[in-house]
T-cell receptor
């Protein structure tokens, strides 16, 4: 059974750093892109970026580039979302989600990826 | 790519049928349009992928259709548990984007 289990809720102060985790199981970890998504209170879902554990390829939404970092630890089948310097506007629910399949990427963009088929339960971050 | 969903909110009775709209700002292949159900404080649940394919375990009351820039989700025989926000999502061209959703309240 595919599972994505996220780390617990966080309360942080502006300027602090934070790392969220998404532990996966039940499938071949290295061979699926994992995305991170933000949902601010009462707002829609925003794709932040994604990571490919097999070769540590990371792709970022330009809206979030420079503010976050993505990584994957193959030894424990876990991906991480790093915030470098939190702001009050980072208060949101954060989800990790698995891409069902991969598409292709150029330097700047990606196309034709698989749907997000499995999701973590979400991590609430309050800044 | 911008996804515009309508209507914003619906209040319906059990047993009714509803059709939700998702208009995409540029043509995308049907293969890359999905629908999700999201309840408050919970992660989205995949309902439909590839515009028309039901995800595993999703009842056939839920169906998707459309092509190009216009896509729809139809829910037949609404049940109380269908109260939720329904989101459309394109995964053709990054950054992947979502509509703001249609909220369905079951009276």
């Amino acid at each position: 059974e595919v599972q994505l289990v996220q780390s617990g809720a966080e309360v942080k102060k502006p300027g602090e750093s934070l790392r969220l985790s998404c532990a996966t199981s039940g499938y071949s970890f290295e061979n699926h892109w994992i995305g991170w998504l933000r949902q601010m209170p009462g707002k829609g879902l925003e794709w932040m970026g994604m990571t490919y554990p097999a070769d540590h390829d990371n792709r970022y939404n330009p809206s979030f580039a420079g503010q976050i970092g993505l990584s994957a630890d193959k030894s424990i089948a876990t991906v991480h979302l790093q915030f470098y310097s939190l702001k009050a506007s980072d208060t949101a629910m954060y989800y990790c989600a698995r891409h069902k399949g991969a598409g292709y990427c150029s330097t700047a963009n990606c196309w034709g990826f698989g749907v997000f088929d499995f999701w973590g339960q979400g991590t609430l971050v309050t800044v | 790519i911008v996804l515009t969903q309508s209507p914003g909110t619906l209040s319906l009775s059990p047993g009714e049928r509803v059709t939700l709209s998702c208009k995409v700002s540029q043509r995308i292949s049907n293969t890359y349009l999905a629908w999700y159900q999201q309840k408050p404080g919970r992660a989205p649940i995949l309902l439909i992928f590839g515009a028309t394919n039901r995800a595993t375990g999703i009842p056939d009351r839920f169906s998707g259709s459309g092509s190009g820039t216009d896509f729809t989700l139809t829910i037949n025989s609404l049940e109380p548990d269908d109260s939720a926000v329904y989101l459309c999502h394109q995964y053709w061209s990054s950054p992947w984007t979502f509509g703001l959703g249609t909220r369905i309240e079951i009276k």
